[in-house]
Structures are given as C-alpha cells and as structure tokens.
C-alpha cells in the first residue's frame, strides 16, 4: 500500500500505535505515552507548538481511555488547530497481548492499515503531494556531522539544543529529527549548533 502524505502532527497513544500508522503514512507521528500527557508540561508544550506550525490530527483508541486522552489534548489546544480521526469499535484482541483489553475493543495497533487509511481521509487529511520545507531537510546525519551524536559530548549537546528550541529532553534521536524539520531548517538549526558549541565548527558548521 502506497503511503500517505500527512501535513499535520499525528497524535496516538503508545508505540506500537507509531508502529502500526508509520506502515501507512509519511508524517511526523508523536505518541501521547498513554496517561502520561497529562502530567508531561513539555510533551504538551511542543503538542501545542506543532499545533501551530502545522496542525494536528488526533488518532486515539475508540475505549474510553482513548477518549479521556482525546478530550484532555481538545481542552489544551486550540480546536481549530485539532483535526479528529477516529477508529470504528472493532472487538478483538491484538496479537502481541495475551486478553483483550478492559472495554475488549481494538486500539489502532490491532486495526487494519485499509481501515486506517479509510479514518484518515475521512478526516481530510489525506493529500496527494504534501508542501516542500523552505531550506534543505535536516538528517540524522547532520546530527552526527555537527557533534551531536558519534561523540563524548554528543548527548550534552543535544541537551542544550533541546533547551535552545524548547523540546522536550526525552526526545529520541529521530523524533528529534522529524521533529526539527517541522521548526526550522537545516542552516538555522546548523548556525545555532555554531553559536551553542565552539567545535561544532570541526563539525560542518556554516561557514
């Protein structure tokens, strides 16, 4: 199945959700970590940060969890900034657990890519192309050539980084990556590295 364009910030619950939607679509897709959003200040800064730039679209489970979450992020960001997809009540069991959940309902991991794809342009978020970023993308390898990651220093620099840019600390290296393309470019992000870090320029920093 050909992927999917999706310009807005997707929006689920848990990892195996990322897993199962990055089969299906070419976006940023950032995960919610259950409960956890609603005590995590800064996963819910840079929820409302994407809102923003891009939008988001909020794909929870069709449980009642699934709901609270979805009803927590409605009152936290401005609605005209949220789009809604929303999973049919399939009842059933995902492979990787040994019982259906509390409410027996599928979550997005256990529903099909097709059924998927159906919530998703119903949602009208589906689109054939997707906007080209201004400026070249920034890569994991950019992360690597400006020392911030391959080397002793790697992590401190990431950490101040995420502080300059207002990112939550726990972002993995390539949330980090996907999330920068949607905040800046590749020169502002490598001329900011030049300023944070004297050897950034051994580092293919900007002339």
């Known amino acids: 199945m050909k992927k999917l364009t999706i310009k807005e910030a997707i929006v689920v619950e848990g990892k195996y959700d990322k897993i199962k939607l990055s089969a299906l679509i070419d976006g940023l ?16 800064a840079l929820l409302r940060r ?4 891009r939008g988001l679209l909020i794909l929870t489970d069709s449980d009642s969890a ?14 005209e900034k949220i789009k809604h997809a929303y999973i049919p009540d399939v009842f059933g069991k995902e492979k990787r657990k040994s019982a259906p959940g509390k409410e027996g309902k599928l979550g997005v991991e ?9 919530c998703l342009e119903k949602a009208g978020v589906v689109s054939d192309g997707g906007a080209v ?3 070249r993308r920034i890569t994991k390898g950019d992360l690597y050539a400006l020392g911030l990651s391959g080397a ?14 207002n990112l939550p600390e ?11 393309n949607v905040i800046t470019d590749y020169e502002t992000f490598a001329e900011l590295c030049c300023t944070l870090f004297a050897d950034a320029q051994n580092h293919g920093c900007l002339s």
């Open 110 to 118: 256990g529903i099909s890519l097709q059924v998927l794809r159906d």
């Open 170 to 180: 726990h972002l993995s290296a390539n949330a980090l990556v996907e999330v920068l």
């Open 29 to 44: 897709i950032l995960e919610t970590h259950g409960f956890r959003i609603f005590r995590d200040a800064e996963q819910l």
């Open 152 to 165: 002793p220093e790697s992590a401190a620099h990431r950490r101040a980084v995420q502080k300059a840019l």
């Open 50 to 53: 994407l809102a923003d730039k």
């Open 66 to 79: 699934g709901f609270l979450i979805r009803n927590f992020l409605k009152g936290a960001i401005p609605p």
């Open 133 to 135: 970023p201004a400026g």
